[in-house]
């Protein structure tokens, strides 16, 4: 099985600060990457696919990285409703659907 | 406008069956995946499985094979997923997503319903 670790776990940062988590995928998923969003008692929502497409309607502060086995995701300048648990996913054609375990987001 | 709408929370006593449903509108329900993803309490996302209304083709992860029954009626748009005996560590919230790129069971989770919390508790 393909195992997806992502870092850190949590974070903490600033207003404006840029952020940057990262997820490494056990073995080659190419581009197979995705980017969700997840607030508080809400469902997940997709920012990234493909590891560098921006969904629409996304706020372009967001973007994605990385093809193989390394991956990074980005707030260029983080924003008070950017607080949330982001996750990675990689999918293949078994199919399979992995999420990284998680980062948690809290300002500062 | 693209929704699935799940169904109500629900608590159940362990042993006792269950089946939890997500309809779909505003897009071909049968020409799109839907999968299902577990949350368990203060934890991440995990995939269950997935299914083509179209022709109920299903795929399960091999976490979940033989655990749960994903299904679907396509002349009501609704995809539903069941547990025969329930255990207490089913207690979780329960997702349904619209996974992109149809046919192909391939891509990514661009639509969700709003969660299913099931509570499993003596």
Do not use: M
């Given at each position: 099985d393909i195992q997806m670790t992502q870092s850190p776990s949590s974070l903490s940062a600033s207003v404006g600060d840029r952020v940057t988590i990262t997820c490494q995928a056990s073995?080659?998923?190419?581009?197979y990457l995705n980017w969700y969003q997840q607030k508080p008692g809400k469902a997940p929502k997709l920012l990234i696919y493909d590891a560098s497409n921006l969904e629409t309607g996304v706020p372009s502060r967001f973007s994605g990285s990385g093809s193989g086995t390394d991956f990074t995701f980005t707030i260029s300048s983080l924003q008070p409703e950017d607080i949330a648990t982001y996750y990675c996913q990689q999918y293949d054609n078994l199919p399979r659907y992995t999420f990284g375990q998680g980062t948690k987001l809290e300002i500062k | 406008e693209v929704q699935l709408v799940q169904s109500g929370a629900e608590v159940k006593k362990p042993g006792e069956s269950l089946k939890i449903s997500c309809k779909g509108s505003g897009y071909s329900f049968t020409s799109y995946w839907i999968g299902w993803v577990r949350q368990m309490p203060g934890k991440g996302l995990e995939w269950m499985g997935i299914i083509y209304p179209g022709d109920s083709d299903t795929r399960y992860s091999p976490s979940f094979q033989g655990q749960v029954t994903i299904s679907a009626d396509k002349s009501i748009s609704t995809a539903y997923l069941q547990w025969s005996s329930l255990k207490a560590s089913d207690t979780a919230m329960y997702y349904c997503a619209r996974l992109t790129?149809?046919?192909?069971?391939?891509?990514?989770?661009d639509y969700w319903g709003q969660g299913t919390l099931v509570t499993v508790s003596s």
């Open positions: 073995q080659d998923i190419s581009n | 790129r149809a046919p192909e069971p391939l891509g990514y989770f």
